[in-house]
């Protein structure tokens, strides 16, 4: 397993799977697939008390491979309780994102202006809460100018900027720990709260990522790497949480 050099695909993986090390027994909440082999990957390793969900109501005792159902169950987690875990900071949601600015604000809900937009996407959705309750991560399989702008079109999730002109009401929960995409991982460890990059995925350099921001990027000196997945992470990414590939689906470099 060790011979086999690791796709950018799996790198993005461990990348996902890092936002949770250490995070203890909160939820999960991935969206995407490889977001979702990150959480179960996490699960698998550095982070067992995490707790994941089968996407409707029951807690998952066992990790199934992704698209498989589960086969043990160790909790009910109706809509309800999901509001309260919501509420109370006990859930780390991995979401995407349309459009991403250097301050953390993300927009899902339409391109253009928002009284006659170009093209209507999801919808704020529960954007706003997660942003403000509990932390909140982003993954963009497709970095590009497209999705980090300069400003967004309309503000969904609430970014650092804005959070604090609202004030400690705003930035007693809010954290944006990482985002990472198919060129790196990013975080905002910055004095002005601004986007950072914070390794690159090997074979990725600087200036393709500066290419593909709209916004002058926070760079360390020098750009580390993103770490390589052990022979072990790479077995359970293989054969047990993804076997039937799907995470090049999603990230084709």
Known sequence: MSAVKAT???????????????????????????????????KLTFSPDLLLTDGEALLMADVPAVGARSEATEGWLPYRQHLALVATGRRHVMMGASQLDRYGNQNISCIGDWARPKRQLLGVRGAPVNTLNNPTSYWVPRHSRRVFVARVDMVSGVGYDRAAAAGPAATRYHRIPEVVTDLGVFDFETPDRTLRLRSLHPGVTV????????????????????????????????????????RDREVTA
């Open 207 to 246: 200036e393709q990522v500066r290419e593909a921001t709209g916004f002058p990027l926070a760079l360390p000196a020098p750009v580390p790497y993103t770490r390589e997945p052990t022979p072990e992470e790479l077995r359970l990414i293989r054969t047990v949480i993804d076997p039937h590939g799907l």
């Open 8 to 42: 950018r695909a799996e790198y993005c993986v461990l990348a996902c799977a890092e936002v949770w090390r250490g995070a203890g027994e909160v939820l999960a909440s991935p969206m995407g697939t490889v977001p979702s082999i990150g959480a179960r990957l996490a």
